[in-house]
C-alpha cells in the first residue's frame, strides 16, 4: 500500500509564490516517478510537474519557467515551489506517485487526496 500525504496549499494573491510538499509512506520497494497533477473547475486534469528516480523533470506548458519540482524518489519526497502564480492556476493539486509496494511485481499509479490552491486578489 502507498498512501500520498500533501501538503501547502491555501489563497494566495496573483504574483506570489507557494509550495506544496508530498510525502509517500506505506511499504515502498521503489518510485519511478512522482509529480503533480491539477484540476480546474470543469476542467481535465493536467500535468504540472514531475520528477524520475534520475532526477529529469517535465513540466506543463502552462507552468514552464514559474514552477520548480525538486526532490527524490529514494526519500519519497517532492516539492513543487511556485512562482508568478495567476489566477488560472487555481485548482485542486494533487501529488501521484509511479510506485512498486514491497511483495508485487510491478509499478501502479497512486494518487493523494489533492490540496486547493486558489490565486485570486
Known amino acids: 500500500q502507498v498512501d500520498l500525504m500533501e501538503s501547502g496549499g491555501g489563497l494566495v494573491r496573483p504574483g506570489e509564490s507557494l509550495n506544496l510538499s508530498c510525502k509517500a509512506y506505506?511499504?515502498?520497494?521503489?518510485?519511478?516517478?512522482m509529480g503533480w497533477h491539477r484540476q480546474a473547475p470543469g476542467k481535465q486534469r493536467e500535468l504540472v510537474a514531475s520528477i524520475t528516480s534520475a532526477g529529469v523533470t517535465n513540466y506543463g506548458e502552462s507552468v514552464k519557467g514559474r514552477f520548480t519540482i525538486s526532490g527524490d524518489t529514494a526519500k519519497r519526497m517532492v516539492v513543487l515551489t511556485m512562482y508568478s502564480l495567476k489566477p488560472e492556476d487555481t485548482g485542486v493539486y494533487y501529488c501521484n506517485a509511479d510506485a512498486r509496494p514491497i511483495f508485487r511485481s510491478g509499478y501502479s499509479n497512486y494518487w493523494g487526496q489533492g490540496t486547493q490552491v486558489t490565486v485570486s486578489s
Open positions: 506505506g511499504t515502498i520497494y521503489s518510485i519511478n516517478v
